[in-house]
């Protein structure tokens, strides 16, 4: 189904913001999918960890 997939899909980004954690897009793409699988203590997590990098991103975290 379309949520196992998602799920997979949160595992492998996961790994690439591991490798590349000052890489924006891939945070943002991050929360994203966790805000589809309703993982919004990740989507949190995520945004309050953007605001030291890039506020203008964690803004567009917050909303989604």
Do not use: W
């Not at 996961?14 to 000052?22: G, M, Q, S, T, V």
């Not at 793409?29 to 995520?46: N, P, Q, R, Y």
């Amino acid at each position: 189904s379309d949520i196992t997939h998602t799920d997979k899909a949160l595992g492998f980004i996961e790994k690439a913001r591991f490798l590349a954690p000052d890489d924006a897009e891939i945070c943002l793409l991050s929360a994203k999918t966790a805000k589809i699988l309703g993982k919004s203590v990740i989507v949190d997590a995520m945004g309050y960890n953007m605001i030291l990098l890039e506020p203008e991103l964690a803004i567009k975290i917050f909303q989604l």
